[in-house]
């Protein structure tokens, strides 16, 4: 199948700090990208959508200034968490699909980020 | 409106039983029904999915699910747990009409017990 890849897999940052995450997809071209977060048992929560070219969409509740995404490729998108804070700490985790009719997302293996 | 509903948030069962994981779903349109497991911090692994093909659908490492349309159900079975099956179990619904949307249930925690 598909595989995505994300980097890096874990990170801890100093508080006020900006923090840069990437997501590849690496055997396809995936014309829309998703990230998502994740709080200790819990599901997951969609952050945005990112589309190739084009401005994410981001869902309510999310700070567009705060977790800049950026879809430059069609195989890379990048979520940069700015000026960090303790509270931005969890996992996050991008997917990818390959539009048209195509049901399915192959995500990340996701990113731990610690906030200190 | 879409919904998805896993009726457990956890589930124990013995190495060697049976494991069943319950999903109920609610669509305006066909759905597609899929099921992912999540091992401590890692990513989503597919382990099954069904659109719309056979109602029975067979997933990786043993772990099948069965479309039911009048329950609405969609729900996860395998006919004996492996210790290296516990993990979380998300059912998730994906529409691609007016929209590609992704709907996540609440996730179901497995153990299985030596």
């Known amino acids: 199948g598909a595989v995505v890849s994300q980097h890096p897999s874990r990170v801890i940052c100093k508080s006020g700090t900006s923090v840069k995450i990437e997501c590849r997809s690496l055997d396809f071209q995936a014309t829309t990208m998703f990230w998502y977060r994740q709080f200790p048992k819990q599901s997951l929560m969609l952050m945005a959508t990112s589309n190739e070219g084009s401005k994410a969409t981001y869902e309510q509740g999310v700070e567009k200034d705060k977790f800049l995404i950026n879809h430059a490729s069609l195989t890379l998108s990048t979520l940069t968490v700015t000026s960090a804070h303790p509270e931005d700490s969890s996992f996050y985790i991008c997917?990818?699909?390959?539009?048209?009719?195509?049901?399915?997302?192959?995500f990340g293996p996701g990113t731990r980020l610690t906030v200190t | 409106a879409q919904s998805v509903t896993q009726l457990d948030s956890h589930v124990s069962v013995s190495e060697g039983t049976p494991v069943l994981l319950r999903c109920n779903y609610s669509s305006s349109y066909s759905p597609s029904l899929f099921w992912y497991v999540q091992h401590p911090n890692k990513g989503l692994q597919l382990l099954l999915k069904?659109?719309?093909?056979?109602?029975l659908v067979k997933g990786i490492n043993g772990f099948e699910a069965e479309f039911k349309k009048s329950e609405t159900s969609f729900h996860l079975t395998k006919p004996s747990a492996h210790m290296s099956d516990a993990a979380e179990y998300f059912c998730v619904v994906i529409r691609n009409t007016g929209g590609f949307k992704t709907i996540f249930g609440a996730g179901t925690r497995l153990f299985v017990k030596a």
């Open positions: 069904y659109t719309s093909a056979a109602t």
């Open positions: 997917s990818a699909r390959g539009g048209g009719n195509s049901y399915e997302q192959y």
